[in-house]
């Protein structure tokens, strides 16, 4: 066994960025110890999407099939006028996209994402995982690092040959790593709300269209982005809308008055959805300058939304997330004689593919948000592509696939 593999791996965040890390790096024969600062693991969040670039992933890693059971496989993305309810566009998925992707796309409750990666976890005996761990500071020596975490009023010292912080936009190893980002507000808020598929909220979602798809509503003001979750029980909601800066957190409190004025003018079903939802919760978006680095010589790296939190405009950051760590995890396991070296070079493969991600999310923004011409422009090029065409422009994003080693 290589000397870097009779180490370990020490993650500090269970979310997916860390549970998918944890379970990439043990399949490489890595001890791994898992470092969560809540006191037990709840998903963030309501509902995610799944492209086949990270579904790919997660089925190499032996977690699909505990997921697919509450997934949904939406047959399209769907994008649609809000105030006409007319469609503009659709890209097919379903069974057209397992073919050209030779992955499915899955929308699923982020909570069943992440119990199918923690009952894979539960299968690996070198992985441990401890709730209620904070980290209180980190040292970098030559070959190892060593995370100070308080657990219970106790304080360990936990050493690895390489130390991930995959603990989110507000991520404590970058700032005890060293690493000079810092998280800035968007400007941007997203309401979240989950509604029972049999509810009057459920009803009006069936009613404009959205019952089997990923369907995005555009207007001006705002979007609204809705699709089936829980195997079908359940719809997840999430609205766009510009807003001031809440409380740092997951979630916060802001004026709902926000997001019913800002579906003022949509169509009738559509607009009703601001209060039949019942209870939107308000999630301020938080990026990080993806500029900075996110290795350091010393065997330290960021992943997910600790190296480069982005909007959420491409439906790209748990995928981003889930590449980087099995990506990172094939880099370090490719030059076992130099794991620290292999830290700058996973970063430099992986800086284009998230700069470009990030440039989709920016487009989509604007074109989903588009008034006057630029949205008459809009309408006139999505109607003159075809979804086969639409499907190809996906290809580099949902066509990815991970390098089977360092060196490609």
């Not at 790919?56 to 099939?65: K, P």
């Not at 006028?81 to 499915?104: F, I, M, N, S």
């Not at 009023?153 to 936009?169: H, M, N």
């Not at 019913?260 to 990026?287: F, K, N, Q, S, Y």
Request: glycine share 10%; hydrophobic share 50%.
């Amino acid at each position: 066994m290589d000397d870097t593999r009779s180490g370990q791996v020490v993650i500090v965040g269970a979310g997916v960025a860390g549970l998918t890390a944890a379970l990439a790096f043990s399949e490489r024969g890595y001890l791994v110890r898992l470092f969560e600062q809540a006191p037990r693991l709840e998903a963030a969040g309501a509902g995610i999407q799944l492209s086949p670039n990270a579904t790919r992933i997660l089925r190499q890693l032996g977690v699909l099939d505990r997921l697919l059971p509450a997934a949904v496989r939406p047959e399209a993305v769907v994008l649609k006028d809000a105030a006409t309810l007319r469609e503009l566009a659709r890209v097919p998925l379903g069974e057209a996209a397992e073919r050209r992707w030779q992955a499915p796309y899955l929308v699923a409750h982020r909570a069943d994402l992440q119990e199918a990666l923690m009952a894979r976890l539960a299968e690996q005996p070198d992985i441990s995982l401890v709730t209620g761990a904070r980290v209180g500071g980190v040292a970098a020596g030559p070959h190892h690092t060593t995370a100070t975490v308080e657990i219970a009023g106790k304080t360990i010292e936990a050493d690895g040959f390489l130390l991930i912080g995959a603990d989110g936009v507000w991520s404590a190893i970058r700032a005890f790593g060293g690493f000079a980002a810092q998280s800035r507000f968007s400007g941007e808020l997203a309401w979240r709300a989950t509604v029972s598929a049999d509810s009057v909220a459920g009803e009006a979602v069936a009613t404009v269209g959205a019952a089997n798809c990923v369907t995005a509503f555009l207007h001006p003001g705002f979007h609204l982005v809705a699709y089936p979750v829980s195997n079908g029980a359940a719809f997840n909601l999430a609205a766009f809308t510009r807003g001031e800066i809440i409380a740092e957190g997951w979630s916060g409190h802001a004026d709902p008055e926000i997001l019913v004025g800002a579906m003022r003018g949509t169509a009738a079903a559509l607009a009703r959805l601001a209060e039949d939802a019942g209870l939107w919760t308000a999630w301020p978006i938080h990026t990080v300058d993806q500029a900075q680095p996110w290795t350091t010589p010393a065997g330290i790296a960021l992943i997910g939304d600790a190296a480069h939190a982005m909007t959420p405009f491409a439906a790209q950051g748990a995928a981003m997330a889930i590449e980087d760590a099995a990506t990172l995890a094939g880099f370090v396991a490719a030059s076992p004689a130099d794991p620290w070296g292999a830290l700058a070079a996973w970063e430099k493969m992986r800086r284009p593919r998230i700069a470009k991600v990030a440039r989709r999310g920016a487009v989509n923004r604007f074109a989903w948000h588009a008034s006057g011409p630029v949205a008459v422009a809009r309408n006139l090029f999505l109607k003159l592509r075809s979804p086969e065409k639409l499907a190809a422009d996906l290809d580099w994003l949902y066509g990815w696939q991970a390098p089977d080693s360092g060196g490609q």
